[in-house]
């Protein structure tokens, strides 16, 4: 179980969020709370929007405490829209490729949770990627897997263009996962953005979800899988089954996600 | 373009080929001489058989030549039949489950060779993985894929089996990849093991075999992509589309390999 | 705080102390029990003695638990005296010069301990190392420095020569140590062997000692940090101020270590 | 023989001098031109300035030319004054405290050359440097140990104060080191920064000094071990035994740097 933080809000230094904080994202690699893997010592990354067309990646499969590149990095970076993320592997090799977040056009996106049944299904997953994106497949975790399963069901046949609902994207991919995971679990919480629009999914299959928290300020609205500091009451959870909608010049909305669907299983 | 070393016969310590030579494998990796690129810094890794029943495997994404642990090892591992490979990535990312030597079972491959037009033929190479192996595809090279193919095509029904005869299931595979390949280009001079027996093959479609040369005396035979002396009278060609076969307790035989294949397709 | 494992007697294959054991090291590297650091995972390190004249050393910067070559190598070196250590670092840096064991000429070293005002003191411990010696300082962590100012008290004059009493050449160290270290606190929980025999000190100034336990048996002699199993009977506890003497072909021996020197400091 | 790059000038990103030449200093890491190394592939390091009071320090241990991450952050770090070094290692270990650039508090510094005879001199190159600044030695090269040796001699007395006159400074620490030198040979060819003036010195003792040119317009000054384009007119050579000075708000200037030091030595 991973630990995670997006952050979409005014410019600011990563440091603030990332490194500084007394139970920031790094601590977190070495001592999480909320998490069955209280150590996140498996790599880790940075995703990042600024002045460049695409999103930056500064990914390592060293851990997130001891890597002085992202002290300096977390000082010097600054970003209206980030993520990141403290890796604890479930099975997968410790590569730069499988560490989250994974880049896709202008998409960033991260993942905290797993598909029950990996080594079965992972081929039929995979058969979710369609041809134009399968060259973009680099790693081997299910978490890049069903990213760009969502990348391929939101661009529709014409796969050059954006992806408009990125909602309706994931709901359609986690019903076609629904299908394949059958009786096993799967756990899905995950965040997803664009550069100006940032989106968070708190979702499980049999099982319970992941946890997912978010605070919000005028300037900004931080999303995180396990609060930055001691004060619980600053932070609001994401009921299960739901999604967060945090876009650019609109309120943030929280949103019932594949709600029926859980309902209908039951 | 890659460059490896396989070598059988009395047990001896690994860094009389790989690390001592005047052209060992490891100068090889900063400074090759008969290749398009000169420079294998791109990983490298070590297969071997010992006492225990499958081999080892030791795999890393720094260059060769400035890995002291490379050093240590090489001294101390002794092997009657090992594997080792330096890497010039062409377009997979550096790491470790990318690097060869493979291993599966009893099994170990390594490869100096690519097809043409991976991403685009990709998905169709990874489809003759049958499902049994496909969890063994811990990376995503072209390499791993043909391996396992391999393993595949020589199981046959019976999974759990061995490879009976390994060279019928390259032949087999490489005549499926030729269907996929079409008039795109492919090399593949590879070297193939299950602990006991060694087979080297040098073969291309549309293209000119990557070079292979080997050494032979009473007490061993080695087999490079490269002659590790300046000494070239001491190492024999295998000709194009030859199969090289060193069993336990047999004289070593260079046999045809795909010849009419490649006849016929002229 | 690191922990670590010493073995010498019959032949074995590593696995069977470093990857194996239910509470074997590996494990010790993601959660240690008797450690204020529950996490070792700023690398780790294998030393042993094998057919070579030096011992080999494979030392690595990522977690232990993550570590594919560690597993192979483990189930294929085998070894009648070898070091195994995870690494919780206490301020140097994470690099695999920094990570024990240490090796100069014949003998290994490796620590868990540390100098409490190492900033201050590193000047003038590192004088301790004679010029002979100093070149093969290659890392900059406390542990190396004591290593080395042993190895140079121990081989006198003749510095081509061996060190013929390692545990009076480690009495002089400390004691010049204690000189250096005053009223702070100093842990030196030390195993050293020369390929023959293993000595392991535990002693603290100003301090508890770190812990150090053996278990004995006809065939083999295991000093760890903590046991390797649950069953803590098995275990005997090394005193503070003693050091474990098991030479070759003679009984192990527990004797005082500085004893007199911390009684005529209360 | 290591390649370097140092940018001052209007703000930027790295890209377009470190990446996308057509010789820029990725491509120079695996094949460069004037060098007797034409490999740099022992790690490698970005340094830059920005809105944070102390520069950024991103290095690794990979070689330039496959580190994805190098790409991204060269693409999104905007900088007025940055540095960029490739490694080819003369002895000392390939870990990160030992690449360029070398940061202490506000200042950067990266070098070409060497010691020649570093294991000897090493130790008295070490006592240079003033114990205040002595805990900044976290690698074991000459390079660094050069560095914190001018910054020494620059900060005087008053440690906490800043380096007045960094070319003094830097002089007196040569004269030092010709002392210690002797007749061996020593290179140097640096860089040198504090957030707004760049100091590039080309210089050695016995020995020809290594290459550095420089093309500068009105918007900023570009200072290279090698050109990074095949247009040599567009880049002037800085002649042996120079500096080069380039403030902020003035003209650059290139003054006789030991010039006479080097005329009395023949």
């Known amino acids: ?41 498996d790599g880790f990354g940075l995703g990042w929007y600024g002045a460049h067309p695409e999103p930056g990646l500064y990914r390592e499969i ?3 405490w001891s890597d002085e590149n992202l002290r300096y990095l977390c000082r010097h970076l600054q970003s209206h829209l980030f993520f990141a993320h403290v890796r604890a592997a479930t099975g997968t090799p410790i590569t730069r490729p499988n560490c989250h977040p994974f880049a896709c056009s202008k998409w960033l996106f991260m993942h905290n949770g797993f598909i029950g049944n990996w080594a079965k299904l992972r081929r039929r997953v995979e058969a979710l990627i369609p041809d134009a994106l399968y060259p973009a497949r680099v790693g081997t975790t299910d978490s890049e897997a069903i990213f760009l399963a969502i990348m391929g069901a939101g ?12 909602v309706a994207a994931t709901q359609t991919t986690l019903a076609r996962l629904a299908d394949l995971v059958g009786p096993d679990r799967m756990r899905f919480t995950a965040a997803l953005a664009n550069g100006r629009d940032l ?5 499980a299959m049999n099982d319970r979800a992941n946890t997912l928290y978010y605070r919000e300020s005028e300037q900004s609205i931080v999303v995180v899988s396990e609060p930055l500091d001691k004060d619980h009451h600053n932070w609001t959870p994401v009921p299960e089954s739901h999604v967060l909608v945090a876009k650019a010049g609109e309120p943030t909305r929280i949103l019932p996600f594949l709600y029926v669907h859980r309902e209908a299983a039951e």
């Open 1 to 41: 179980m991973c630990r995670w933080i997006a952050y979409r809000g005014e410019t600011t230094a990563l440091e603030h969020y990332v490194t500084s904080p007394s139970h920031s994202l790094v601590t977190q690699s070495i001592a999480a709370l909320e998490s069955t893997a209280s150590v996140n010592g």
């Open 62 to 64: 060293r851990p997130a």
């Open 199 to 203: 989106y968070a999914f708190r979702y």
């Open 155 to 166: 661009m529709g046949a014409g796969m050059g263009a954006g992806m408009d609902d990125p």
